[in-house]
């Protein structure tokens, strides 16, 4: 993977600080991306069935949690 910059921030200091971004070089601020951290089905099914509160009060955002939890620890 190229460690390239994909845009540039650039800050207007007399206008509160107004951020606009730019798809070429310039002094700005370089952006980069980085590789998604994703899950499989498997392991998304996995958490789904594991998860033990479906009767909880928005149970769907506490499953959607566990599963960012567990992409992060990739």
Known sequence: MKNEPVAWMLVDKSWNDFCRYSSYPTEGIPLYTHPAKTLTDEEILEIWKEFDD?????????????????????
Do not use: T, V, Y
Not at 58 to 72: D, G
């Open 54 to 74: 479906k009767d909880a009060d928005n149970w769907f955002i506490a499953i959607a949690r566990a599963i960012l939890r567990k992409a992060q620890e990739k």
